[in-house]
């Protein structure tokens, strides 16, 4: 089923204190998905412009007495005037999801230096050739069962040290070690030591990664055009550098290891790629209008016959502001 978000992004500075921890500070992020309707995309941006406003340079306790990542995410999504899912990200490799039901996470960005190749690719692909990558994994639990410092000092480090610096090939169960074989590794190996883990995602290089939750694996591909777009009723242009990500969702092939190549989704998102980049949106063929959303419904217009997997689409105008559609499956996280 088609459904429509908004996504609206902010940061603030500020301090806090946390018991065992004491005073610090940190350069908070915070994502947050809504639906989108008429009114609400304005209205959402100003509400997290609103709320973050009290933390800004100041100290998140003279607003909450628990100062926690998970007590800031829920009042911020408290403060936003319609339902949200969130992201708050209290460091660059650590944080608290919320989702619309109502669900609470805790998530730990960690990686690990390692070499592989994947031994079923067709000759010439790159992906053959020994090489190796800084693999980024994120870890995802279940706020009311288990907390951050249970992966960063029970789960995660036996793992790492299996991982890191290592011939991925040679090791028990990934002598195919794909993103997604990966993802799925990760996840029934954590899931022996840490209670509520939720899921793990994998991510090889920048602009690509894979999720596993247990039963269902998610990829998606990043890529960026810089493109004009109408910006007055005079007839103005203004631009903006999207960032595009294409969210696929469906079963692994039992061979390959993966949903999709990373390079097939690029090399078929090629077409479209062209008549985005460097071009004024608006003359698009058939685009409903220039808006993120009406763009989003034309790229899937598109490459839905190209990649049947294609299920939500983000695209970002700005870093903090951005529309994501989802077309097919159940696809909430990553946020962004
Ligand atoms: N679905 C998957 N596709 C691919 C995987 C994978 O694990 N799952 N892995 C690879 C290669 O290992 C490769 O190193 C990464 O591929 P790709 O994203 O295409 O890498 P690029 O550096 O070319 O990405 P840019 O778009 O240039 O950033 C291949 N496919």
Redesign the pocket.
């Given at each position: 089923m088609n459904s429509s978000h908004i996504l609206a992004g902010a940061g603030f500075e500020a301090a806090r204190n946390l018991a065992g921890i004491g005073e610090h500070g940190h350069s908070f992020r915070v994502q947050v998905r809504a639906d989108a309707h008429p009114g609400s995309e304005a209205a959402l941006h100003a509400d997290l412009a609103a709320a973050v406003a009290p933390f800004h340079y100041a100290h998140v306790n003279a607003t909450l007495a628990d100062g926690s990542d998970l007590s800031i995410a829920r009042y911020l999504a408290s403060q936003c005037g319609q339902p949200v899912s969130l992201q708050l990200a209290s460091a660059a490799d650590r944080g608290a999801l919320l989702d619309e039901d109502g669900n609470e996470y805790v998530y730990l960005d960690t990686r690990f230096e390692a070499a592989?190749q994947?031994p079923h690719?067709g000759p010439g692909h790159?992906?053959g050739r020994l090489?190796g990558?800084g693999f980024g994994v994120r870890i995802v639990v279940d706020a009311s069962q288990n907390c951050l410092n249970d992966i960063l000092l029970k789960a995660w480090p036996p793992l790492f040290a299996r991982l890191n610096h290592k011939y991925l090939n040679a090791i028990a169960g990934l002598d195919n070690?794909?993103?997604?074989?990966?993802a799925a590794w990760l996840y029934r190996e954590l899931a022996a030591n840490l209670a509520g883990l939720a899921w793990v995602e994998v991510r090889?290089?920048?602009?690509?990664g894979?999720q596993f939750d247990g039963e269902t694996f998610r990829?998606w591909?990043e890529?960026h055009f810089e493109s004009a777009v109408p910006f007055d009723a005079a007839g103005n242009y203004t631009g903006h550098s999207y960032l595009i990500r294409l969210l696929l969702q469906g079963s692994v092939d039992r061979v390959m290891?993966?949903?999709?190549?990373?390079?097939d989704v690029?090399d078929r998102f090629k077409p479209v790629y062209r008549q985005l980049d460097h071009n004024p949106l608006d003359k698009l063929p058939g685009v409903r209008a220039a808006d993120a959303a009406s763009v989003a419904e034309w790229v899937h217009g598109e490459l839905k016959p190209l990649v049947p997997e294609l299920s939500r689409i983000d695209l970002m105008e700005t870093p903090q502001r951005g529309v994501s559609q989802t077309f097919r499956g159940d696809m909430q996280w990553p946020l962004l």
């Amino acid at each position: 089923m088609n459904s429509s978000h908004i996504l609206a992004g902010a940061g603030f500075e500020a301090a806090r204190n946390l018991a065992g921890i004491g005073e610090h500070g940190h350069s908070f992020r915070v994502q947050v998905r809504a639906d989108a309707h008429p009114g609400s995309e304005a209205a959402l941006h100003a509400d997290l412009a609103a709320a973050v406003a009290p933390f800004h340079y100041a100290h998140v306790n003279a607003t909450l007495a628990d100062g926690s990542d998970l007590s800031i995410a829920r009042y911020l999504a408290s403060q936003c005037g319609q339902p949200v899912s969130l992201q708050l990200a209290s460091a660059a490799d650590r944080g608290a999801l919320l989702d619309e039901d109502g669900n609470e996470y805790v998530y730990l960005d960690t990686r690990f230096e390692a070499a592989h190749q994947l031994p079923h690719v067709g000759p010439g692909h790159k992906c053959g050739r020994l090489h190796g990558h800084g693999f980024g994994v994120r870890i995802v639990v279940d706020a009311s069962q288990n907390c951050l410092n249970d992966i960063l000092l029970k789960a995660w480090p036996p793992l790492f040290a299996r991982l890191n610096h290592k011939y991925l090939n040679a090791i028990a169960g990934l002598d195919n070690p794909t993103s997604e074989v990966m993802a799925a590794w990760l996840y029934r190996e954590l899931a022996a030591n840490l209670a509520g883990l939720a899921w793990v995602e994998v991510r090889e290089t920048h602009t690509a990664g894979s999720q596993f939750d247990g039963e269902t694996f998610r990829i998606w591909k990043e890529q960026h055009f810089e493109s004009a777009v109408p910006f007055d009723a005079a007839g103005n242009y203004t631009g903006h550098s999207y960032l595009i990500r294409l969210l696929l969702q469906g079963s692994v092939d039992r061979v390959m290891g993966w949903v999709l190549d990373f390079g097939d989704v690029k090399d078929r998102f090629k077409p479209v790629y062209r008549q985005l980049d460097h071009n004024p949106l608006d003359k698009l063929p058939g685009v409903r209008a220039a808006d993120a959303a009406s763009v989003a419904e034309w790229v899937h217009g598109e490459l839905k016959p190209l990649v049947p997997e294609l299920s939500r689409i983000d695209l970002m105008e700005t870093p903090q502001r951005g529309v994501s559609q989802t077309f097919r499956g159940d696809m909430q996280w990553p946020l962004l």
